[in-house]
């Protein structure tokens, strides 16, 4: 049987023993959502902004609105992959994950999946707590929007996952792989949308930060669903180009980085 054809039948079974030991850790996995709740930070920080009138058409219903799906949407493509990655490749327990029938990465990719509805759930009461607070924030978008929202969240989370695997790669080469991520970050959250509406951005950097992997990775999504992004179809493009190249430059860094790896007898 293929690699591929094994993988596909493995599927069902890692997710059921993925979404099992995301129950079994289940304080822990609460206490990693938590950790992926700075939209609320940025919430309070912005409604407190905006006391004295709307900034660039954003006043506190506005922001509100937008930091809740915000949240939402961070939560549907949280991953932790670089994280794993690099411990694996630099204590060396990736040898026997490269002795499985399947890629090993492919496990991570199935436990992070198994992990998002019970994500869902924490995540239900802080947004219940949001819309008490703030009914008038609710909204249903038209079905356009729910249907390229969806394909946008959805190659967000593997954009996002793609991307943190490249970082956690890094690790076949650089002892401090992490640090490079943690730059990432930062530039998700200043130019991806995460804490900042792009909007409230200087025009220019407004233009370029529209066509980064950072707004791809997290704000298209959320412009999509709530209507305001200038062309949504674009929106998706950019998005599928950006997701296409990094798949592209992870396989590429994969088959070297696992051939230095060997090299050096890990």
């Known amino acids: 049987m293929s690699v591929a054809g094994s993988t ?119 947004v219940g707590a949001l819309l008490w607070w703030r009914p008038q924030i609710a909204f249903w978008p038209g079905s356009e929007a729910v249907l390229l929202g969806t394909v946008s969240v959805v190659m967000a989370f593997l954009l996002a996952w793609v991307v943190q695997a490249l970082f956690g790669m890094l690790a076949f080469w650089f002892e401090q792989a992490l640090g490079f991520f943690n730059l990432w970050f930062v530039a998700l959250a200043v130019i991806g949308g995460y804490v900042i509406p792009l909007p409230l951005l200087p025009e220019g950097v407004e233009a370029v930060a529209r066509w980064l992997p950072f707004h791809a990775a997290l704000g298209a999504p959320i412009e999509v669903w709530m209507e305001t992004a200038p062309d949504p179809w674009s929106v998706v493009g950019i998005q599928a180009l950006w997701l296409l190249a990094a798949l592209l430059t992870a396989r590429v860094l994969w088959r070297r980085g696992v051939r230095r790896y060997g090299a050096v007898g890990a």
Not at 18 to 33: C, P, T
Not at 63 to 87: G, K, M, P
């Open 8 to 126: 596909l039948r493995a599927t069902p079974s890692l997710l059921k023993v993925g979404f099992a030991e995301m129950v079994a850790y289940r304080a822990e996995m609460v206490v990693w959502i938590l950790t992926a709740t700075l939209p609320l930070v940025a919430l309070a920080l912005w409604n407190a902004a905006a006391v004295a009138g709307p900034l660039e058409g954003f006043g506190q219903d506005e922001f509100a609105r937008y930091f809740t799906v915000t949240l939402v949407v961070r939560q549907l493509t949280s991953c932790w992959i670089v994280w794993e990655l690099n411990h694996y490749v630099r204590t060396g327990s990736l040898s026997p994950m490269l002795l499985r029938p399947m890629h090993p990465l492919f496990w991570n990719l199935c436990e992070t999946l198994a992990a998002i509805p019970f994500r869902l759930v924490v995540l239900a009461p802080i």
